[in-house]
């Protein structure tokens, strides 16, 4: 497992530090607020009440600064690497305008007609997509009939045309190695709430980056606090780029 991309992500946050407003690990969703609602998804640990699984700080995180939570993203615990990849997301600048109108379930059918296709992470789209491409791989962690584990991306990558990938990845310091396994000439996307909108990610290889911005902090806000999935998340832009 590598960090590099985290690496490049904090080194090309703002130098200026910048207070969080908030913090908030909800079950599915984790969200961090600095100069933007920053989200990324939350990691469950897989054994409750395990000590390795406490957050440092917690309860004084808001205390500190989106920079200095940022950092949380390269901690091998899942729960305080999620809150660093939202904090990350929080101090990201783009220009809306760059964004392309698009639906990544789209753009896979469309660039995967007659072709092979590896998805990392179980998205709702899968169906519709499998309908439309040659052949459908699907690796997960948590893996339903259908899907494969993760342990066979590296035989099912090398061989797929058009990879996607979550960007929770990040989380698990899976990406780096995921990306490595992608063929040169494959057409590659990034997808997700938690995929940071940063052009370090093209560098890495990918051909369209596919995140979100928050746009009503308090509905975000309810919704992760009370539980819900992202389809239950509203107050929420998706953004899709694509390699300039």
């Not at 090309?12 to 609602?37: I, Q």
């Amino acid at each position: 497992m590598s960090t590099h991309i985290i690496e490049e992500l904090l080194s090309n946050l703002p130098e200026k530090e910048v207070p969080v407003r908030s913090v908030m690990v909800g079950v599915h969703w984790t969200a961090v607020c600095s100069s933007h609602c920053g989200l990324a998804t939350t990691f469950a640990p897989d054994k409750p009440h395990d000590h390795s699984t406490h957050v440092r700080n917690v309860g004084n995180l808001h205390r500190k600064s989106a920079q200095e939570l940022a950092k949380y993203a390269l901690s091998k615990n899942t729960m305080e690497a999620g809150i660093g990849i939202a904090a990350i997301n929080s101090l990201l600048e783009f220009d809306e305008n760059d964004a392309v109108e698009v639906n990544a379930s789209e753009v896979l059918m469309e660039r995967g007609a007659g072709k092979n296709v590896a998805i990392v992470g179980h998205f709702p789209f899968i169906p519709k997509v499998k309908k439309a491409v040659n052949n459908l791989w699907v690796i997960e962690q948590n893996p339903v009939e259908g899907d494969h584990p993760a342990n066979a991306a590296s035989d099912i990558i090398p061989r797929a045309d058009v990879v996607a990938i979550t960007g929770s990845s990040l989380i698990n310091h899976t990406l780096d190695d995921l990306l490595g396994l992608c063929k040169p000439e494959a057409f590659v996307v990034i997808l997700g709430p938690s995929t940071p909108i940063s052009p370090v990610l093209f560098d890495h290889g990918a051909n369209i980056i596919a995140g979100s911005k928050v746009i009503d902090e308090t509905a975000v806000l309810n919704a992760i606090s009370q539980g819900a999935t992202f389809q239950q998340v509203s107050g929420v832009r998706l953004l899709a780029f694509t390699c300039p």
